[in-house]
């Protein structure tokens, strides 16, 4: 799994799909389950003044199972970044692709959500629309491999979801469990094309 960081994200948006997602690799529902956090600077510090340490400085992101990008004011300057949607795009042939908030927008911007339907923060739904066939105003969207949430702490919810896609609604039910996070509901059904 790769983990795109940057200058100003929203480190729930990160954080919490982060927490749900990486159980798989610790209670090895599946085998080989890695991470890395990428970016394109060795340091980048959230919307809050928090700095982190990023050990992968532009990877080709081609080579990822799965592909997250979290949100944050900084997306709607990076949208239109050339350099760093390049960047992004090298990951146009990664299976899955996620983002939580405004990560969306890059996600957009990418070219990865052309004729799907997605979300992102309802603050953000008209600079989502040129992106996308469908803007949903909801929770979690899911359309094929591509999985979006929406406002921050919606990164929880997407993180749960993406773990019960990849796994069973038992093994979900098990990490909710470990993170003591009752508002999931495991097994009910996400907004999804034809649904």
Not at 69 to 82: I, M, N, S, Y
Not at 103 to 118: N, P, V, Y
Request: net charge negative.
């Amino acid at each position: 799994m790769a983990f795109i960081l940057f200058d100003g994200m929203t480190l729930l948006d990160f954080s919490g799909f982060y927490e749900a997602v990486t159980w798989m690799g610790i209670l090895k529902a599946k085998e080989g389950v890695t991470w890395e956090f990428c970016s394109t600077k060795a340091e980048i510090t959230d919307d809050r003044g928090l700095t982190i340490k990023v050990p992968h400085v532009y990877p080709d992101l081609s080579g990822y199972d799965l592909l997250f990008v979290p949100g944050g004011f900084a997306t709607r300057q990076l949208k239109d970044d050339p350099d760093f949607i390049s960047w992004l795009q090298s990951a146009r042939n990664v299976e899955i692709k996620a983002s939580v908030c405004t990560g969306s927008l890059l996600l957009g911007a990418a070219g990865f959500l052309e004729g799907k339907r997605a979300t992102t923060n309802p603050s953000a739904y008209e600079l989502l629309a040129p992106y996308c066939s469908e803007v949903v105003k909801s929770r979690i969207v899911r359309d094929g491999n591509v999985f979006t949430g929406g406002g921050v702490s919606a990164s929880l919810d997407l993180g749960l979801y993406l773990v019960e896609s990849l796994t069973s609604t038992e093994f979900a039910r098990q990490v909710q469990e470990k993170m003591d996070y009752p508002y999931y509901r495991p097994g009910q059904m996400i907004e999804q094309p034809g649904t």
